[in-house]
């Protein structure tokens, strides 16, 4: 039994898509935990590019079965939008892509109060992509919350839809915005909505009786650690637990079912968004970093910020998530490098720090401490032996093996499925047996 959770160790936009990818031939379900369509997974295949928001990576194999599980948040006009592109590319989705009848969904008013909160803020707004996701997630925490398997009863439905239209108007209102009109809206959304059906199933029962037949499961995680709920830079985060701990509450797969973690980290580090990023550089490296990794939203096409490898970030996320091995992505972004840093620990008031330091304020007063290894100023661009690596990214990825306590199995050296290295003897070798 194999079993394993694929889940960001840094601020989101590590990789996971082509992970997931590279792996997903070696399991036979592959399902979605957590968050909702503002996570893009970029995957590419020779000159096509695929870009999934909602959609598990492993819809690109054809012998996958995939599942978006309760603990995602789904927007019906994004996912039928997700649908047709794909249909368009030749990828036919029906009978293999299921949606957790407890899946919450993303209403038209949740857009619009996430856009207006964040307006409403200004300056100190979070970053969200305002695309109503954490709206639609205190929704669910307030037990208002319309889920996928309410559009089996649709009576039930827009009596539901009606009392909870009626009190986001009141709210909306109040920030200055446009109440919907109940009667134009539920037609609209269950327009878009009741084209879901045909996918909804009972995900929890399906995916545990894969398990108990001896089938493997491949989940994958949204967003990193950093923006995690609870652990992450709170208030400059997302929703969700987008640690490898959210996965069996957000598929409802028992814990000691779940046989292995893989954690995604870049080479450096990105954020996008508001909130602290102690290793950030707003200079020339920070420009390069951006530039040479195409470091630009998927989803959104929001600029990423940049910034040195934060090996406090990582270390934190490994003991976390508990990650029996790391995949290190974009290695060959730093070919050109004469040195390169990493961040070993923080300093706040003259004080070395250890530890991540509580909270978003907390993080903004911290410095880097850095170490500097030379770099390698060689091309390691689709490098797919670890024994081939100049000998300088060799120690680089070694420093980082021994900062963050996990062993680097995967090692990503450009964007094609191809440029990769696997280790040997490695976790991830072992998974695609």
Known sequence: MKNVIVAGAQWGDEGKGKVVDILAPHFDVVARYQGGHNAGHTVRIGERKFILRLIPSGILHEECCCVIGNGVVVDPRAFNTELQELRETGIECEGRLF????????????IALDRAREERLGVNS???????????YEDKAARTGVRAGD??????????????IAQKNLEIVSMKGEPFDPDSMLDDFLSEALRLKPFIRDTVSMINAAVNDGKSVLIEGAQGTMLDVDHGTYPFVTSSNSTAGGAAPGLGLAPKKITGVLGIAKAYTTRVGGGPFPTELNDEHGAYLQKRGNEY???????????????MVVRYAVMLSGYDALALTKLDVLDEFDEIRISTAYRRNGEIIKDMP???????ECEPVYETLPGWKVATNGTTNFDDLPSAAKDYVRRIEELCGAPAALISTGPERTETIIRENSPVSDWMK
Do not use: C, Q
Request: aromatic content about 8%.
């Open 99 to 110: 949606i957790s009848s407890r899946a919450h969904l993303i209403l038209p008013y949740h």
């Open 126 to 136: 979070v970053g969200t992509t305002m695309r109503g996701i954490g709206p639609a």
């Open 151 to 164: 559009l089996l009863y649709p009576d039930l439905l827009r009596e539901k839809l009606r009392a909870n």
């Open 297 to 311: 939203g998927a989803v959104t096409g929001r600029p990423r910020r940049t910034g040195w490898f934060d090996a």
């Open 358 to 364: 509580y909270g978003a304020n907390v993080l903004a």
